[in-house]
Nanobody
Framework: QVQLVESGGGLVHTGGSLRLSCAASGSTSSITAIGWYRQGPGKQRELIATISRGAVTNYADSVKGRFTISRDNAKNLVYLYLQMNSLKPEDTAVYYC?????????WGQGTQVTVSS
């Protein structure tokens, strides 16, 4: 089992920046994939960025060049970050940290990001 706790959301103006954090604990050595999703008002949850153990990153086209995902590994802990720059109103969503393990998928509680125009 893995526990995921996000932090760092908030309200920002268009063009501003925010940094989201996620602390993963538990069976972190079994994580096969880790990343960030978001769900905007009236929209489906979408994958926006992933990062592998070897720090290979992948981004959705909508955030490429503006968002940066990174991770730090510690004993039994994984810290996941999402640096969000040049934010747009369409980035408004609840952002979720996600970890996939061979037997289950885990989600954080979500953190609200609101970008005002």
């Amino acid at each position: 089992q893995v526990q995921l706790v996000e932090s760092g959301g908030g309200l920002v103006h268009t063009g501003g920046s925010l940094r989201l954090s996620c602390a993963a604990s538990g069976s972190t050595s079994s994580i096969t994939a880790i990343g960030w999703y978001r769900q905007g008002p009236g929209k489906q949850r979408e994958l926006i960025a992933t990062i592998s153990r070897g720090a290979v990153t992948n981004y959705a086209d909508s955030v490429k060049g503006r968002f940066t995902i990174s991770r730090d590994n510690a004993k039994n802990l994984v810290y996941l970050y999402l640096q969000m720059n040049s934010l747009k109103p369409e980035d408004t969503a609840v952002y979720y940290c996600n970890a996939d393990l061979p037997w289950n998928r885990y989600w954080g509680q979500g953190t609200q990001v609101t970008v005002s125009s």
